[in-house]
């Protein structure tokens, strides 16, 4: 009896991981130019934003986000980092979630331009946000 042969991949398609958990893929959608302001966090070299979230992540875990920004068809994939954790019942009342570490590569070099055109002036305002 012969072995089954493998099922081939598309081409492009990376080889399934031989260990360890997938990272969690979140959709994670701003309509609106507030909502944006208050989730974008400058203060990480390559830019990030909050994802409201009850799920536990540990920092460093990898977390793939697909992101509509507002009035923009396209979505942006973004493979990003657990860079802090707002817990439940943190103070100030804050909402729990993590705070996401964009990676430094061109594409998201691109993305974080993007982000910081579309909040323009705003990006230095002292309205609260949900991040640092």
Do not use: C, H
């Not at 507030?34 to 799920?55: E, K, N, Q, S």
């Amino acid at each position: 009896m012969s072995e089954p042969a493998a099922t081939p991949r598309p081409p492009g398609t990376p080889p399934p991981a031989a260990s360890g958990p997938r990272p969690s893929v979140i959709q994670l959608v701003f309509r609106e130019k507030g909502a944006l302001y208050a989730a974008y966090i400058p203060v990480f070299t390559d830019g990030g934003l909050f994802v409201p979230t009850t799920r536990e992540y540990k920092l460093g875990e990898d977390i793939y986000l697909l992101l509509s920004l507002p009035d923009d068809p396209q979505r942006y994939p973004v493979a990003g980092k657990v860079a802090w954790i707002t817990p439940v019942n943190a103070s100030g009342g804050r909402t729990q979630g993590v705070g996401v570490r964009f990676p430094g590569d061109e594409k998201t070099r691109l993305l974080r331009a993007k982000i910081e055109e579309i909040l323009g002036t705003s990006i230095a305002s002292s309205k609260p946000t949900q991040t640092i």
